[in-house]
């Protein structure tokens, strides 16, 4: 039995996690912000970065250009409706969005919001190891000789072991970006 499908979705919870994370405010400009919201352009719902450039003006704003320069008010509105807290305005070709220095309320309001995101990632990870336990428990019965069932099972949790401490790792090191000023 081969894992290294089960390596890929390990890794696979693991890049989600890191996108998820940084769509987090933490203070500073990033264009992955805004990479969640969506757009109504052409009749149907797009991805920002699908329909407009981003690009950090300074530590504390972003430059958003619409491709098109007849949706500049639909990505206006996305961006003012989100609830990222952040005050977008029309400036000629583009949109400059400023971010708002962070309070102490809205750092633990984010840091909440962090760790539900980690512990989805947690849970990823543990159907992950279910699903391949399972199939284990199912080679064995199927005639697997019951020494490499166990040795896989070993390899499994290891490598559950180390995707549980590279997402704690990504945990502690977002928690710091988003408590320090």
Known sequence: MDLTEFEIELMDCIE?????LSQIRTGRATPEILFGLRVDA???????????SINVSDA????VQPWDKSIIQNVYKAILSSDLGVSPSVEGDYI?????????ERRKDFVKVMKDRVESARVSVRSVRQKYMKDIDEAVKGGLPEDDGKRLREEIEKKVKTANED??????EKEN???SI
Do not use: Q
């Open 96 to 104: 400059r969005v400023h971010l708002p220095d962070l309070t102490e």
């Open 16 to 20: 989600h996690l890191k996108e998820d």
């Open 60 to 63: 504390k704003s972003l430059l």
């Open 177 to 179: 970006d988003l408590m």
């Open 42 to 52: 052409y009749d149907t719902m797009n991805p920002i970065k699908n329909v407009a």
């Open 167 to 172: 997402i704690e790792a990504l945990r502690k």
